[in-house]
């Protein structure tokens, strides 16, 4: 008996370029619809604000011996109180003076609240350790934390004003 072997045919290639067409379009359209998605949640939600907003006005680091001074202003949108002050990393237990125009300004934790506009000057001496000892012309961070858990960063420069 002799077989008759058919040969299959493959799908013909009009057909298979409006199939590869259709998978890349849907592709397409899904990565289109899941970054859509994405983006649209991020931009149109809002996130969320942080209300906390502190700036430095001015600083005074003249002598090192004398401390370094900081008057900071509230220009956020709601009350911000300060609770931690830390000067490279340390914290500032105790402060040399606090004052300004924020309500009840303390040399110890809580630092003062203030609203919108308002001042807090603070001078650190001796606490944390190597405020008086800091050689002129070198940078030193100070970090402010509010009762939020708000953060700001500021430089201030050993023998400088700012």
């Known amino acids: 008996m002799i077989m008759k072997i058919t040969a299959r045919k493959a799908v013909s290639p ?3 370029t409006l199939l590869l067409i259709a998978i890349a379009v849907a592709a ?9 998605s994405l983006a649209g949640g991020l931009t149109q939600g809002g996130g969320q604000q942080v209300s906390d907003q502190i700036s430095m006005d001015a600083y005074s680091y003249v002598t090192p011996s004398s401390g370094v001074t900081i008057t900071i202003r509230d220009t956020g949108s709601s009350s911000v ?3 931690s002050i830390f000067f490279d990393g340390t914290l500032a237990g105790t402060l040399g003076a606090a004052s300004g125009t924020c309500s009840s300004p303390a040399t110890t934790s809580p630092y003062g ?3 919108t506009g308002q001042t807090l000057t603070i001078t650190l001496t001796t606490s944390p350790a190597g405020v008086e000892s800091a050689a002129s012309g070198t940078s030193h961070a100070i970090k402010i934390i509010t009762a ?3 953060t700001a960063v500021f430089t201030v420069v050993a023998g400088r004003t700012g």
């Open 81 to 83: 109180t300060v609770n």
């Open 14 to 16: 009009i057909i298979a």
């Open 148 to 150: 939020t858990g708000g």
């Open 113 to 115: 609240t203030c609203t």
């Open 28 to 36: 397409g359209i899904i990565v289109y619809v899941y970054t859509n």
